[in-house]
């Protein structure tokens, strides 16, 4: 029983993306105080920038995946994260079905982030990205 709670206050205080096992991930669907568009995940981007430099949103620094594969119909992408050293830093942008607005998140601590999607159909869902 002690363990049990233990374990229940070590996962309210780490977060969510602790209990999933994953450093950083996109959500499935586009966060609640979105309103009503909570489309689900159709697209993502991972950046890098020298520190100090502004993204330019239109033509934003996208890299390309380190690593692609096809296994089971499924497409794998991964990008090698954080190994550019301390004047680098990283983002990922999660896209959603029905809205122009782009979830962006820091990435600072994690060491790799890999895609999955549809091989027959990249554009629709389940999409899932994860980092750790």
């Not at 977060?15 to 009503?36: K, M, N, S």
């Not at 680098?88 to 782009?102: D, M, N, T």
């Not at 962006?104 to 060491?111: D, F, I, M, S, Y």
Request: proline content about 8%; some cysteine.
């Amino acid at each position: 029983m002690r363990t049990v709670c233990a374990f229940a206050i070590l996962l309210s205080l780490t977060g969510p993306a602790w209990a999933a096992g994953h450093a950083l991930e996109c959500p499935a669907t586009a966060p609640a105080d979105w309103g009503a568009t909570r489309g689900v995940l159709n697209g993502v981007q991972v950046l890098s920038a020298k520190r100090g430099e502004v993204i330019d949103e239109k033509a934003p620094p996208d890299l390309v995946p380190d690593e692609q594969r096809t296994q089971a119909g499924i497409l794998h992408s991964a990008w090698k994260m954080n190994a550019d050293g301390p004047d680098w830093l990283f983002q990922v942008w999660c896209h959603y079905a029905g809205s122009k607005r782009i979830l962006k998140l820091e990435a600072p601590a994690v060491k790799r982030c890999e895609y999955t999607t549809s091989a027959a159909h990249p554009d629709r869902p389940p999409q899932q990205l994860v980092c750790d």
